[in-house]
């Protein structure tokens, strides 16, 4: 195992250490917890968000906190969810009174675990309300979920549901716009490489040197299916395929594009698949509002990408235009 790690115990602890000296004016850590929270934190009147799951998929999640973004951001053990109590000291301290929001990814873990929090939250009085995001249409259930997984598309809900946090909406009408991008983001991955988790010290799964996996979850989870590498243009039909299949856009809809690079895979290749997304959209007559292109959610030094589409309205398109200044992600 080759990795620039100090021991597989202390990565997470020695990453947000650093992630703290690298943004001393965005966040503050918790002592004694793996939470990263706003510096100005709790803001008052204001629904904070929290979000969080297993390390690994940086910048996700701790570089979304920020002004129209995460008010915390909680850190599990590499690919493993938090447990109920940094969560929990999460909510304390973003809570302004106006109530606190979760965004959780669709994992076994995740949801047992932010439901616990929000119960022991509820208990000292904070009122407290989550959404799923389950936007993974490769398979209906997998190693880690009943049900879709939660992948990239969540960057979508942390802008758009931060976007209306700050205009100073009640934690009913943040929820209410985040469950609509949830509702209307459909997102599909593959890998071209495994990935090694430093506590394992191998890969967590095995492609032959020809192979690629399509479908593949955001810790190593298998895909639909093992091929032959084909060319990028031929990978995206296969994931546009399934992402539209699922979505049903119709002619003159809007939407907005997210090519997300899992950490191993240069900009250059993410823009080719972008470009043939963009055809894809065009031949189909849905309009391209807005695109991202880079890492957003990884997996640790993964090959591959995924591809999230957000079918938008008046309003989730003022929400995604609003300003964000995060150590991640700033429009």
């Given at each position: 195992?080759?990795k ?7 990565v997470?602890e ?9 943004h ?6 918790l ?7 706003r ?9 904070a ?5 297993g390390?690994g998929?940086e910048?996700a999640?701790?570089?979304y906190?920020?002004?129209g973004?995460?008010d ?11 447990t109920?109590d ?7 301290a ?5 109530g606190?929001?979760?965004?959780v ?15 022991m939250?509820?208990?000292?009085g904070?009122k407290?309300d989550y959404?799923v995001?389950?936007?993974d249409v ?8 009943a049900?879709?997984?939660?992948i ?6 942390h ?10 909406a ?5 929820k209410e ?7 209307h983001v459909r997102?599909?991955?593959?890998a ?8 394992a ?27 032959f590498?084909q060319?990028?243009d031929?990978?995206t ?5 399934k ?6 856009l119709a ?5 907005a594009v997210?090519?997300n690079g899992?950490a191993a895979t ?5 823009y080719i698949?972008?470009k043939?997304?963009?055809?894809i959209l065009?031949q ?5 509002y ?9 997996s640790?030094e993964?090959?591959g990408?995924?591809v999230?589409?957000?079918?938008l ?8 235009d609003?300003a964000?200044?995060?150590?991640a992600?700033?429009v």
């Amino acid at each position: 195992m080759k990795k620039l790690i100090n021991s597989p115990e202390q990565v997470v602890e020695d990453m947000l250490q650093g992630m703290i000296l690298a943004h001393p004016d965005y966040v503050r850590k918790l002592d004694g917890y793996h939470v990263l929270v706003r510096k100005n934190s709790p803001i008052n009147g204001k629904v904070a968000l929290v979000s969080g799951g297993g390390s690994g998929h940086e910048p996700a999640h701790g570089g979304y906190v920020g002004t129209g973004m995460l008010d915390g951001a909680v850190a599990g053990d590499v690919f493993t969810s938090p447990t109920p109590d940094p969560i929990y000291e999460a909510m304390k301290a973003v809570d302004s009174g106006a109530g606190v929001l979760l965004v959780v990814k669709n994992y076994t873990g995740d949801i047992m675990n932010f439901e616990m929090a929000k119960e022991m939250a509820e208990m000292e009085g904070i009122k407290v309300d989550y959404v799923v995001v389950n936007d993974d249409v490769s398979v209906e259930n997998s190693t880690y979920t009943a049900g879709r997984r939660g992948i990239a598309g969540t960057i979508f809900v942390h802008k758009i549901a931060g976007a209306k946090a700050e205009t100073g909406a009640s934690l009913e009408e943040v929820k209410e716009v985040a469950q609509k991008t949830v509702d209307h983001v459909r997102s599909m991955g593959m890998a071209l490489t495994p990935c090694i988790v430093p506590a394992a010290g191998k890969a967590n799964f095995t492609l032959k040197e020809n192979e690629m996996e399509i479908g593949m979850g955001i810790h190593g989870e298998p895909g639909t299916h093992k091929e032959f590498i084909q060319t990028a243009d031929e990978v995206t039909e296969q994931l546009m395929k399934k992402i539209l299949e699922d979505m049903q856009l119709a002619e003159g809809d809007e939407v907005a594009v997210m090519v997300n690079g899992l950490a191993a895979t240069p900009l250059m290749e993410l823009y080719i698949v972008n470009k043939k997304v963009h055809e894809i959209l065009f031949q189909k007559g849905i309009k391209v509002y807005k695109t991202m292109v880079g890492e957003y959610m990884t997996s640790l030094e993964m090959a591959g990408c995924s591809v999230s589409i957000l079918k938008l309205d008046n309003e989730l398109k003022e929400l995604l235009d609003a300003a964000a200044d995060t150590p991640a992600l700033k429009v």
